[in-house]
């Protein structure tokens, strides 16, 4: 017997139930493959990645490097067994200062007896989470790869492979703000297109492939108008609305804060959207919160965030990109764009439990003017990460989290989902038995708008 299979025993042939947190003890659910397949595969491949850049690393840390590598691939390979065993969870082993609040967490999800969760029978966010942090300590316990992130150069070598594309959106943005004038309608008609190209960017996302890159290689406003009948819930019109009639209103502090998810060809889109918004005064202030660590292999750090602006601006080999990512530069120095990686972000909770676990976080998001959540996992956290009937209202699965108004723009990666009309998740099913976890279809909705 396989140990895949012996895990497999631990698991029930059927779909999870509504209406609660995903567990990946039912197969029919996204939660078992990704515990069973993907995340051992992402895991092995992080393993591999560092193998084949040994020389590389030794020539930049010195070879005393070399322990580093074999006790990081030794650790991992332990990671790989024991989410394979369902062993259970054991306590973080390091400094950081997350470390306390990770085994405060796991102290409160074992029973009085002392036992502890295992990986098929926990909360799916916690345990995928806790992976996570499982392997940025592999790294953070060495001596000399303290702070190596495995699946940097797959994140820029992610964005260099959709040059093509995101020079066709750049040259739409530089030649737009280049105009002298630019009709209020123009604006209105194409308001919606830079969200999509964001939205849309989400589907670049290196965790679902082992950190291979996807090339984005059609125009991505081209995309915007072939994917819209697999958009499954659409309020960009609400969206208009909400940022024209802010322009009646004079306020000199319109911060506009995006919770980012992956870097490379995403990332490029996001910030395509930010600028475009500062340009036309609709806000005046960006905060992008990304992550303090390495975390689900391509979400966006400093170090990313820096090199794309940097790589757009001075290695693109576009000059319009080059032109782009100068205005970046700008809005970086001058303080009007801000990165910040607030330690909630990778930690295992829901965006409901902010206000109460970090209020300072929360106060910060109750000053925006709006709010930007990108990506699967943010939409998951978003929404609790439950199990919702399609048709619950995404203003009621968001709960209680309302610190501003809300946008959340996602392709479908999981198994969560609301906000649908009646009807619509049977009818696709019927013809598209994955729709949920594949990235083709995707949703905007909005909160207080």
């Not at 850049?53 to 020539?59: G, M």
């Not at 609040?101 to 926990?122: E, H, M």
């Not at 001596?143 to 260099?160: C, G, W």
């Amino acid at each position: 017997m396989t140990i895949e299979s012996k895990l497999s025993n631990l698991c029930i042939d059927e779909s999870p139930p509504r209406n609660e947190p995903l567990v990946a003890k039912y197969m029919r659910s996204f939660a078992y493959p990704v515990l069973s397949k993907l995340s051992p595969f992402n895991i092995s491949k992080t393993g591999s990645y560092l193998s084949a850049n040994k020389n590389a690393i030794l020539q930049k840390y010195g070879a005393e490097a070399e322990n580093d590598i074999t006790s990081i691939l030794e650790k991992l390979d332990t990671l790989i067994a024991d989410i394979l065993s369902n062993v259970p969870f054991r306590e973080l082993r390091s400094d950081n200062i997350d470390v306390k609040i990770w085994n405060k967490v796991l102290d409160d999800f074992s029973d009085q007896d002392g036992n502890r969760p295992t990986w098929v029978f926990a909360n799916w966010l916690y345990t995928e989470c806790y992976i996570h942090r499982r392997i940025f300590e592999a790294f953070e316990t060495s001596s000399l790869l303290k702070n190596y992130d495995p699946f940097f150069e797959q994140k820029m070598n992610a964005l260099t492979h959709c040059e093509d594309a995101t020079d066709i959106l750049g040259k739409f943005l530089v030649k737009y703000f280049n105009k002298k004038d630019v009709q209020l309608q123009n604006l209105r008609k194409d308001i919606p297109k830079i969200i999509k190209c964001s939205l849309w960017g989400n589907r670049c996302d290196l965790s679902q492939t082992g950190g291979d890159a996807i090339a984005q290689t059609e125009s991505p406003l081209d995309l915007v108008d072939s994917l819209q009948p697999l958009m499954l819930a659409d309020e960009s019109s609400k969206i208009v609305d909400f940022l024209f009639a802010s322009l009646d209103e004079p306020n000199d502090n319109k911060i506009l804060d995006i919770i980012l998810d992956n870097a490379g060809y995403e990332l490029f889109t996001d910030l395509c959207l930010a600028d475009y918004l500062m340009t036309y005064k609709f806000v005046n202030t960006v905060r992008f919160h990304g992550k303090a660590i390495p975390w689900f292999v391509s979400d966006v750090t400093i170090q990313d965030f820096s090199a794309t602006i940097n790589h757009t601006a001075h290695e693109s080999r576009s000059e319009t990109l080059k032109e782009l990512g100068k205005r970046w530069e700008a809005y970086f120095k001058s303080g009007q764009w801000i990165f910040e990686s607030e330690q909630f972000w990778t930690l295992p909770f829901n965006f409901g439990q902010m206000k109460s676990l970090d209020n300072d976080l929360y106060t910060k998001l109750s000053q925006s003017f709006l709010i930007i959540s990108k990506g699967d996992l943010n939409y998951r956290k978003l929404v609790g990460d439950i199990f919702w009937e399609p048709t619950v209202p995404f203003t009621e699965a968001v709960g209680n989290f309302k610190p501003s108004k809300l946008i959340a723009l996602r392709t479908l990666k999981s198994d969560i989902t609301c906000g649908l009309p009646e009807g619509l998740a049977e009818h696709i099913s019927k013809n598209d038995p994955d729709w949920l976890k594949i990235g083709k279809y995707a949703v905007i909705h909005v909160d207080g708008i």
